[in-house]
C-alpha cells in the first residue's frame, strides 16, 4: 500500500510545472480561507499553511510547494496579518516570521520529500532484490529440474550399458551399514530384483562356503586400509548350480578420512572361467606331449637294459652270476617303476591342498626333464635354504614347475646353466605372508622389454612354429590360485643374459578334506611294489 502512493504521489510530477504551480496556490488559498473562516486559528494564522506547504511539495514537487508557500505568505499578509495589526504569539517584524515561515516550509517540504524518495529507492531495491532472488530461485528449479532429467537419462543409459554387458553396480555405505544393489546384482544370484535386504549380510549367504571367509577378510581390509577391491569368488543359486562374479569397487572417504562408502560394480565371467579351464586342460595336455618323448626315452633306455640282463640270465651257466644279472634287472625296474610313478603324481589331479614340500616336486620335474637335460648338456644346480612345507595342490605346482623349467631348457643355449632357488621368504606385496619362493634362473639370450610385459598374456608367444602362448599364462593362473604372484626379470647383454622367474607360494592351510584314492595311484603302487 505504501509503495501504491509514493507511485500516486511521484506520478503527479510528471504534469506541467504551470499546473502543479497552480494547484499550489489553491492549496495555500484553501488553508488561508479555512484560517479566517475559524475563529480560533486567526491567532495562528501561519498553522495550517506549514503542512499545506508539506503535503503540495510531496504531492506537487518543489514548484508546487514552493508557489504554495509564497501565495500562503502574501495571503497571510493580506488577509490576516494587517487586518488584525498583529499576531497573538510570536511578536517581532512581520517580514522575519515570514520569511522564516518560507524557509522552513520549504525546507520541510523539501526533507520530507527527499526522505519519501530515499524510502522509496530503498523500497525499490528490496523489490529489486526480491525480484532477483525469485528470478534465482526460478532458475535454480529449472536447473534442478534439467539435472534431475539428465541424471535420470544418464541412470537409464547406465542401466542399459551395465544390462547389456551383463554388469551390476552396487554402493556399501559403511556409516548406515546399507548396501544398494541395481537389479542386475539380483540376477546374477538367480533371483528376482529386490529380493534381498540391504544388509551385507544377505548377501554373503550366496557366496560359496569356500570363498566366504576370504570375501569377509577382503572387506575388512577395504574398511582399513582404504584400498581399492578386485576379487572373484563364487555364488550358489537357488538351484544349487555355481557360478563365478568378479567384483571391482573403491572406497570413498569423508573429510575425517576415513571409509564412508565402497563403490563398485560386478559382472558374471562364468563363461570365462569356463573357457580357462578349458585352456588349462589343453595346455596340461600339451605339456604331457612334450613330456611323452622325455619319459618315452627314460623308460626306453632301462627296458633295452632288462632285455639284455634277461637274455644273459637265459644263457648264464652260473647260479651267482645269474643272481648278479638280475639284481642289476631290478634296479632297471625299479628306475621305471620310479619314471612311472613320477610320470604318474604329475598328472594326478588333487582334491584339496596338502602341505607339501617344493623339494620334492622339483625334483620329480626334474627327472622328467632328465633326458632333455642330458642331449642338450644343460646343467642344473638346486639350492635349498631354510624350506617349510606349504599347504598347495601338488599337481598344479608340478606343472608351474614343469613350464618354468621347459622355457628355460628351450631359451638357454648347449651347454648353459639353470640355477633353481627354493628359500624361505614372505609375499612382497605385503610383507605379512610367510611362505616359499622358487627361482629359476637360465642364461639362455634374455627378452626385451616389450617382451617381458607381455609374457603373462594369453597367446602370447616368440616361438612361431612350435609355441602356443598359453605355458606363462598357466604359470599366471594356476600361482594366483594358490593366491600367490610371480614376478619376471630379463636381460640382455653381450657377454650376460639371462631371465628369472620368481615364484611365491604362501604357506596356506592344509584341507581337513582327505583326498580318495584313484586309478593313478593303485596303478603307480602296484608298479612301485606296494
Given at each position: 500500500?505504501?509503495?501504491?502512493?509514493?507511485?500516486?504521489?511521484?506520478?503527479?510530477?510528471?504534469?506541467?510545472?504551470?499546473?502543479?504551480?497552480?494547484?499550489?496556490?489553491?492549496?495555500?488559498?484553501?488553508?488561508?480561507?479555512?484560517?479566517?473562516?475559524?475563529?480560533?486559528?486567526?491567532?495562528?494564522?501561519?498553522?495550517?499553511?506549514?503542512?499545506?506547504?508539506?503535503?503540495?511539495?510531496?504531492?506537487?514537487?518543489?514548484?508546487?510547494?514552493?508557489?504554495?508557500?509564497?501565495?500562503?505568505?502574501?495571503?497571510?499578509?493580506?488577509?490576516?496579518?494587517?487586518?488584525?495589526?498583529?499576531?497573538?504569539?510570536?511578536?517581532?517584524?512581520?517580514?522575519?516570521?515570514?520569511?522564516?515561515?518560507?524557509?522552513?516550509?520549504?525546507?520541510?517540504?523539501?526533507?520530507?520529500?527527499?526522505?519519501?524518495?530515499?524510502?522509496?529507492?530503498?523500497?525499490?531495491?528490496?523489490?529489486?532484490?526480491?525480484?532477483?532472488?525469485?528470478?534465482?530461485?526460478?532458475?535454480?528449479?529449472?536447473?534442478?529440474?534439467?539435472?534431475?532429467?539428465?541424471?535420470?537419462?544418464?541412470?537409464?543409459?547406465?542401466?542399459?550399458?551395465?544390462?547389456?554387458?551383463?554388469?551390476?553396480?552396487?554402493?556399501?555405505?559403511?556409516?548406515?551399514?546399507?548396501?544398494?544393489?541395481?537389479?542386475?546384482?539380483?540376477?546374477?544370484?538367480?533371483?528376482?530384483?529386490?529380493?534381498?535386504?540391504?544388509?551385507?549380510?544377505?548377501?554373503?549367504?550366496?557366496?560359496?562356503?569356500?570363498?566366504?571367509?576370504?570375501?569377509?577378510?577382503?572387506?575388512?581390509?577395504?574398511?582399513?586400509?582404504?584400498?581399492?577391491?578386485?576379487?572373484?569368488?563364487?555364488?550358489?543359486?537357488?538351484?544349487?548350480?555355481?557360478?563365478?562374479?568378479?567384483?571391482?569397487?573403491?572406497c570413498q572417504q569423508d573429510a575425517n578420512g576415513r571409509v564412508a562408502r565402497i563403490v563398485g560394480v560386478m559382472g558374471d565371467?562364468?563363461?570365462?572361467?569356463?573357457?580357462?579351464?578349458?585352456?588349462?586342460?589343453?595346455?596340461?595336455?600339451?605339456?604331457?606331449?612334450?613330456?611323452?618323448?622325455?619319459?618315452?626315452?627314460?623308460?626306453?633306455?632301462?627296458?633295452?637294459?632288462?632285455?639284455?640282463?634277461?637274455?644273459?640270465?637265459?644263457?648264464?651257466?652260473?647260479?651267482?652270476?645269474?643272481?648278479?644279472?638280475?639284481?642289476?634287472?631290478?634296479?632297471?625296474?625299479?628306475?621305471?617303476?620310479?619314471?612311472?610313478?613320477?610320470?604318474?603324481?604329475?598328472?594326478?589331479?588333487?582334491?584339496?591342498?596338502?602341505?607339501?614340500?617344493?623339494?620334492?616336486?622339483?625334483?620329480?620335474v626334474l627327472a622328467l626333464f632328465r633326458a632333455r637335460l642330458q642331449t642338450a648338456q644343460i646343467s642344473v644346480e638346486v639350492?635349498?635354504?631354510?624350506?617349510?612345507?606349504?599347504?598347495?595342490?601338488?599337481?598344479?605346482?608340478?606343472?608351474?614347475?614343469?613350464?618354468?623349467?621347459?622355457?628355460?631348457?628351450?631359451?638357454?643355449?648347449?651347454?648353459?646353466?639353470?640355477?633353481?632357488?627354493?628359500?624361505?621368504?614372505?609375499?612382497?606385496?605385503?610383507?605379512?605372508?610367510?611362505?616359499?619362493?622358487?627361482?629359476?634362473?637360465?642364461?639362455?639370450?634374455?627378452?626385451?622389454?616389450?617382451?617381458?610385459?607381455?609374457?603373462?598374456?594369453?597367446?602370447?608367444?616368440?616361438?612361431?612354429?612350435?609355441?602356443?602362448?598359453?605355458?606363462?599364462?598357466?604359470?599366471?593362473?594356476?600361482?594366483?590360485?594358490?593366491?600367490?604372484?610371480?614376478?619376471?626379470?630379463?636381460?640382455?647383454?653381450?657377454?650376460?643374459?639371462?631371465?628369472?622367474?620368481?615364484?611365491?607360494?604362501?604357506?596356506?592351510?592344509?584341507?581337513?578334506?582327505?583326498?580318495?584314492?584313484?586309478?593313478?595311484?593303485?596303478?603307480?603302487?602296484?608298479?612301485?611294489?606296494?
Open positions: 500500500m505504501n509503495r501504491l502512493k509514493l507511485s500516486s504521489a511521484f506520478a503527479m510530477e510528471r504534469w506541467p510545472w504551470a499546473v502543479r504551480g497552480l494547484l499550489g496556490c489553491v492549496a495555500a488559498g484553501l488553508a488561508v480561507a479555512l484560517t479566517y473562516t475559524v475563529h480560533p486559528l486567526r491567532s495562528f494564522p501561519l498553522l495550517l499553511g506549514l503542512p499545506t506547504v508539506i503535503l503540495t511539495c510531496w504531492f506537487l514537487g518543489m514548484w508546487g510547494g514552493a508557489l504554495c508557500a509564497i501565495t500562503d505568505a502574501l495571503f497571510v499578509h493580506f488577509f490576516l496579518t494587517r487586518a488584525q495589526m498583529r499576531f497573538s504569539i510570536l511578536q517581532g517584524p512581520e517580514a522575519l516570521r515570514l520569511a522564516l515561515f518560507l524557509f522552513l516550509s520549504i525546507f520541510l517540504g523539501w526533507a520530507v520529500r527527499r526522505l519519501a524518495a530515499q524510502r522509496a529507492q530503498i523500497a525499490t531495491q528490496q523489490l529489486n532484490r526480491e525480484l532477483m532472488l525469485a528470478n534465482t530461485e526460478r532458475q535454480l528449479a529449472e536447473e534442478r529440474t534439467a539435472v534431475a532429467a539428465a541424471l535420470r537419462d544418464r541412470d537409464e543409459l547406465l542401466q542399459i550399458a551395465l544390462r547389456a554387458n551383463g554388469m551390476g553396480l552396487w554402493v556399501w555405505d559403511l556409516e548406515k551399514n546399507t548396501v544398494h544393489r541395481s537389479d542386475e546384482m539380483f540376477r546374477m544370484l538367480g533371483l528376482e530384483p529386490g529380493a534381498l535386504s540391504q544388509s551385507p549380510d544377505e548377501w554373503l549367504k550366496h557366496v560359496h562356503p569356500e570363498d566366504r571367509e576370504g570375501l569377509v577378510e577382503e572387506f575388512h581390509r577395504l574398511r582399513t586400509h582404504a584400498a581399492d577391491h578386485h576379487r572373484q569368488y563364487r555364488v550358489v543359486w537357488p538351484d544349487g548350480s555355481v557360478r563365478w562374479l568378479e567384483s571391482q569397487g573403491k565371467i562364468t563363461h570365462r572361467k569356463q573357457a580357462e579351464e578349458a585352456m588349462l586342460r589343453a595346455e596340461k595336455l600339451a605339456v604331457a606331449g612334450k613330456l611323452a618323448a622325455s619319459v618315452a626315452h627314460e623308460i626306453n633306455n632301462p627296458l633295452a637294459a632288462v632285455a639284455n640282463l634277461l637274455y644273459l640270465i637265459s644263457i648264464s651257466d652260473t647260479v651267482e652270476g645269474a643272481r648278479a644279472q638280475a639284481r642289476a634287472a631290478l634296479e632297471e625296474v625299479m628306475r621305471v617303476s620310479m619314471i612311472t610313478q613320477q610320470t604318474l603324481k604329475f598328472h594326478r589331479q588333487a582334491g584339496a591342498p596338502r602341505m607339501t614340500l617344493l623339494s620334492e616336486l622339483v625334483e620329480s639350492r635349498v635354504q631354510d624350506e617349510i612345507a606349504i599347504a598347495c595342490l601338488p599337481g598344479e605346482v608340478q606343472q608351474i614347475f614343469a613350464n618354468l623349467l621347459s622355457n628355460s631348457i628351450e631359451a638357454t643355449p648347449r651347454a648353459g646353466r639353470i640355477v633353481i632357488r627354493l628359500r624361505a621368504s614372505r609375499d612382497w606385496r605385503t610383507g605379512a605372508a610367510p611362505g616359499m619362493r622358487a627361482t629359476f634362473c637360465d642364461s639362455g639370450s634374455g627378452m626385451d622389454r616389450a617382451t617381458v610385459r607381455r609374457v603373462f598374456e594369453p597367446f602370447f608367444t616368440t616361438k612361431l612354429e612350435t609355441g602356443t602362448g598359453l605355458g606363462l599364462w598357466v604359470v599366471a593362473q594356476l600361482v594366483e590360485r594358490h593366491d600367490g604372484h610371480v614376478r619376471v626379470w630379463s636381460w640382455q647383454r653381450a657377454r650376460s643374459s639371462g631371465t628369472a622367474f620368481s615364484v611365491f607360494l604362501p604357506v596356506g592351510r592344509e584341507s581337513p578334506a582327505q583326498e580318495t584314492s584313484t586309478p593313478e595311484d593303485i596303478a603307480a603302487s602296484s608298479v612301485a611294489g606296494g
